[in-house]
T-cell receptor, first 113, second 112 residues
């Protein structure tokens, strides 16, 4: 039972383009939505996170858009660079969800120069 | 400035063997957790701890044990390794649950 569904599985974008990764969740108790970036051979690292009291959060070239009614959130990477090539994971957790953070299956992003 | 340290980085086990994956953090974080990462599955929570002496099960706890005797250490024990436990294991820590998690470099485990 996958509580967080992530798409696409892989994404190829030209340098300077916009990368968009989408996630949908099921559990309305979730109230913390982070995105993690993972390079080969490394552990994931937090990129940006949002809580449902706002619909958008921007940090540099990275923006999370959040739609509470649709139970969806997405990551936009503006002006994508080859250095952004990595695997991205969305996740969802809830203070009142009793235990765990649920992760999406991941999106492998390749930014072509 | 070590952060989260996992050992070993690679391990091959035979079916039925037991072993312990080590995890240590030097950030005085209360919350620690273990995940396994499998292709197409993302990261799945195995066990977690909200503080020394307190542990609880995550999404996929079967076949694994944990303990938390100190704030710094959170070892993961495989009781009797099975091929289905072949995976990459990550330990993570955070100040509290649902704050930024810092991950270790991972342990790639192969069970033959």
């Amino acid at each position: 039972q996958q509580q967080v569904k992530q798409s696409p599985q892989s994404l190829i974008v030209q340098k300077g383009g916009i990368s968009i990764i989408n996630c949908a969740y099921e559990n309305t108790a979730f109230d913390y939505f982070p995105w993690y970036q993972q390079f080969p051979g490394k552990g994931p690292a937090l990129l940006i996170a949002i809580r449902p009291d706002v619909s958008e959060k921007k940090e540099g070239r990275f923006t999370i858009s959040f739609n509470k009614s649709a139970k969806q959130f997405s990551l936009h990477i503006m002006d994508s660079q080859p250095g952004d090539s990595a695997t991205y994971f969305c996740a969802a957790g809830g203070l009142y969800n009793n235990n765990d953070m649920r992760f999406g299956a991941g999106t492998r992003l390749t930014v072509k120069p | 400035n070590a952060g989260v340290t996992q050992t070993p980085k690679f391990q091959v086990l035979k079916t039925g063997q037991s072993m312990t994956l080590q995890c240590a953090q030097d950030m005085n974080h209360e919350y620690m957790s273990w995940y396994r990462q499998d292709p197409g599955m993302g990261l799945r929570l195995i066990h977690y701890s909200v503080g020394a002496g307190i542990t609880d099960q995550g999404e996929v706890p079967n076949g694994y044990n944990v303990s938390r005797s100190t704030t710094e250490d959170f070892p993961l024990r495989l009781l009797s390794a099975a091929p289905s436990q072949t995976s990459v294991y990550f330990c993570a820590s955070s100040y509290r649950q649902y704050t930024e998690a810092f991950f270790g470099q991972g342990t790639r485990l192969t069970v033959v």
